[in-house]
């Protein structure tokens, strides 16, 4: 199928972006594209006006700051997962980028792009809400974080207003001696993946986010919890859903073996990690 | 409801086109409708089989992904624009032609574009490497082998033909392609 007939705007500025979709209620900001333009050509979403982002000078920047690094609203997945800087100081988000569909994809998909997408399924919501990170939005009321807890509101939906623009989003810098880890289970390679967790471990401090799991990015503190026990510790926390790809039940045991890999590789990293500082 | 057009300029294998085209036609449909340039092939249409991978700006992309507005003012390439300047064929078609690399041929311009962008980038890849080169793109009918053989011979070939065949810079550069 096509995409139904839509309005077209190329903002050269991210004020000018802001101004069309205040100006129209059935508004879209379109950056790479790879989750919007099929849902426009199955018409699950048919947008009355397109304000693409693409030309906006400066967006792109990936840059190193003082508590994590920051991503501009154009980084491309393979730009940000090419950057040295990201792997050494959140190198949560290289092992999550290299789950993010195929390398095409990865071209053109942005990470700000995917993080206000808000897809359950998708890799690096779930990785931003485990770090602790935000997102920064422009909109006609000004600039304003948006802390990642307060970012899902529900399948697809994110707490951006309609008239803000995510400009970049922050993943905060790991911790000295702390270790992640990141893995998935999908049926074909590059697919959306049937369930997948992202794990944190700092010290005593154990945290596993869940993608594909429930309908938002979902995170569980699983601190204290013996290790054989991390697997059911997380789903008392958790509703496995019912879709086509999987049944509940498989995605629970998803989540009992994810969770153990996750945890124990997280760990082994912590390790290593705290041994390079030491050096 | 007559619908709004767009003048947009595309670069296409180093040709410049002027085109008037709605907001809503995918980069894919304009090359193939508007321009022509039917060697793009569409078959799912939302980003699974990669049969349509063109190269923007040098990088493999969706072409149905991309509106053609969007690709306004920057550098395509598609399969076409893959053979040598007289005519003959680029060192990935020779190796598909040679390793028996396509049946029905559907997928082939999406699995062309996309190795020689990865070959341009990795020139001499591991098997392994060469398995996941193609791993984005489908092939319903020669099961891959042949495909994955192709990339290898492909690499050799274009070692074979020197500096020449390995001129272009890294992905990502906006780089015109004009192989």
């Known amino acids: 199928m096509k995409p139904a007939p839509f309005d077209y705007v190329r903002a050269a ?53 003082e508590t994590g690094v920051r991503v501009g609203a154009l980084a491309r997945h393979a730009a940000v997962l090419d950057s040295d800087d990201v792997r050494r100081v959140q190198p949560l988000v290289s092992l999550a980028l290299a789950h993010v569909a195929h390398a ?23 990785v931003l809400r485990l770090l602790g990170g935000s997102v920064e939005v422009e909109g006609s009321a000004g600039r304003r974080t948006i802390a990642a807890d307060d ?18 989003a922050l993943f905060p810098a790991l911790a000295p001696g702390a270790g992640v880890a990141f893995d998935e289970i999908a049926r074909r390679h590059g697919d959306y993946a049937m369930a997948g967790a992202a794990a944190l471990v700092d010290g005593d401090a154990v945290r596993v986010g869940y993608l594909s799991v429930s309908d938002v990015p979902t995170v569980v503190d699983l601190t204290g919890v013996p290790d054989d026990e991390l697997g059911e510790a997380a789903l008392a ?34 390790a290593a990690h705290d041994q390079q500082e030491a050096r | 409801m007559t619908e709004q057009l767009h003048e947009i300029r595309l670069t296409v294998n180093g040709a410049a086109h002027e085109l008037r085209v709605p907001a809503r036609r995918l980069l894919s449909d304009a090359l193939r409708h508007d321009l022509g340039l039917t060697g793009t092939h569409v ?85 392994e490497e060469a398995r996941e080169m193609v791993a984005g793109n489908l ?19 274009r070692q074979a033909q020197g500096p020449a065949g390995q001129a272009q810079g890294p992905a990502g550069q906006g780089q015109v392609e004009r192989s």
């Open chain 1, 13 to 65: 500025s991210v004020a000018e972006a802001v101004s069309a979709l205040a100006g129209d209620p059935g508004a879209k900001v379109l950056a790479g594209g790879q989750s919007l333009v099929p849902l426009l050509s199955m018409r699950l979403a048919a947008p009355s006006l397109l304000v693409d982002i693409n030309e906006v000078p400066g967006l792109a920047d990936v840059t190193v700051e």
């Open chain 1, 104 to 126: 095409t994809i990865r071209n053109r998909g942005t990470t700000v792009g995917s993080l206000v997408h808000a897809d359950a399924a998708a890799e690096m919501p779930v």
């Open chain 1, 151 to 168: 970012l899902y509101l529900g399948p697809l939906e994110s707490s951006l207003a309609h008239d803000e623009v995510a400009v970049s």
């Open chain 1, 237 to 270: 926390r958790l509703e496995p859903m019912d879709d086509i790809h999987a049944t509940a039940t498989y995605r629970a045991q998803l989540v009992r073996v994810l969770t153990a890999r996750v945890v124990a590789a997280a760990r082994s990293h912590a």
């Open chain 2, 43 to 127: 078959g799912c249409e939302h980003g699974v089989c990669g049969a349509c991978t063109v190269l923007l700006d040098g990088a493999p992309t969706r072409a149905c992904l991309v509106l053609a507005v969007t690709a306004a003012d920057h550098e395509i390439t598609t399969v076409e624009g893959l053979t040598e300047p007289d005519g003959s064929l680029g060192p990935v078609q020779q190796a598909f032609a040679e390793c028996h690399g396509l049946q029905c041929g559907f997928c082939t311009p999406g699995f062309l574009t996309t190795i020689h962008a990865g070959l341009r980038d990795n020139p001499s890849p591991t098997h």
């Open chain 2, 139 to 157: 092939c319903r009918c020669t099961g891959y082998q042949n495909i994955v053989k192709a990339v290898e011979r492909a690499a050799a070939l």
